[in-house]
């Protein structure tokens, strides 16, 4: 993957998407601000999973992400019904490894077989829910910076881990679910 080791993450921020927004959407910055990936829903949502995105159940739904880099698919994040591994693979399906929340603050990194090779924040330095505005707009930026030298594939995984954060910590789209990072400031 093509990403630097340092990256903002930012996302919409404010009532209308709080309240109405059902699909998954990141963009990704460099630390100058040139934008270079994006993280959107493949595929349509249909009723059901729409409406219970637009609630606290919202994390327990499926997500099948696909992260771009200008128009071509690099990496495909996806996480099934309920609280399982969120699993990463490459565009064309061939397995990277997981990640699984451990704890209230905890994330592994799991290879393709599902051994543990770190935790997040063994890897990484990242903060989220900085609130700033980008191109007139509110949005939540979060900060990562991996560490040098993290090998292959921890650094995809920590990335992948960041860029679906929501997705991993189990809160999804809901934004208003109550927790001290989901409110808007």
Same mark, same amino acid.
């Given at each position: 993957?093509?990403?630097?080791?340092?990256?903002?993450?930012?996302?919409?921020?404010?009532?209308?998407?709080?309240?109405?927004?059902?699909?998954?959407?990141?963009?990704?910055?460099?630390?100058?601000?040139?934008?270079?990936?994006?993280?959107?829903? %493949?595929?349509?949502?249909? $009723?059901?999973?729409?409406?219970?995105?637009?609630?606290?159940?919202?994390?327990?739904?499926?997500?099948?992400?696909?992260?771009?880099?200008?128009?071509?698919?690099?990496? =495909?994040?996806?996480?099934?019904?309920?609280?399982?591994?969120?699993?990463?693979? #490459? $565009?064309?399906? =061939?397995?990277?490894?997981?990640? %699984?929340?451990?704890? %209230?603050?905890? #994330?592994?990194? &799991?290879?393709?077989?599902?051994?543990?090779?770190?935790?997040?924040?063994? *890897?990484?330095?990242?903060?989220?829910?900085?609130?700033?505005?980008?191109?007139? =707009?509110? *949005? +939540?930026?979060?900060? &990562? +910076?991996?560490?040098?030298?993290?090998?292959?594939?921890?650094?995809? &995984?920590?990335?992948?881990?960041?860029?679906?954060?929501?997705?991993? %910590?189990?809160?999804?789209?809901?934004?208003?679910?109550?927790?001290?990072?989901?409110?808007?400031?």
């Amino acid at each position: 993957m093509t990403l630097p080791d340092t990256l903002l993450i930012e996302q919409p921020w404010g009532a209308g998407r709080h309240l109405f927004g059902t699909r998954y959407r990141i963009d990704v910055y460099t630390e100058h601000g040139a934008q270079v990936a994006q993280v959107t829903d %493949r595929g349509l949502l249909g $009723p059901l999973r729409k409406a219970l995105r637009a609630t606290g159940f919202s994390g327990r739904t499926t997500f099948d992400l696909v992260v771009t880099q200008g128009r071509q698919p690099i990496l =495909r994040i996806r996480k099934g019904p309920g609280r399982p591994p969120t699993t990463v693979s #490459y $565009p064309d399906g =061939r397995p990277i490894g997981s990640l %699984r929340k451990e704890g %209230r603050a905890h #994330y592994a990194l &799991l290879d393709a077989a599902g051994q543990r090779l770190c935790h997040f924040g063994d *890897v990484v330095g990242f903060s989220t829910g900085s609130i700033t505005k980008r191109d007139g =707009r509110r *949005v +939540r930026q979060d900060l &990562l +910076r991996v560490r040098p030298g993290v090998p292959e594939p921890v650094r995809t &995984l920590a990335i992948a881990t960041a860029l679906a954060f929501d997705v991993v %910590r189990g809160t999804g789209t809901a934004h208003t679910s109550g927790g001290v990072l989901d409110f808007p400031a």
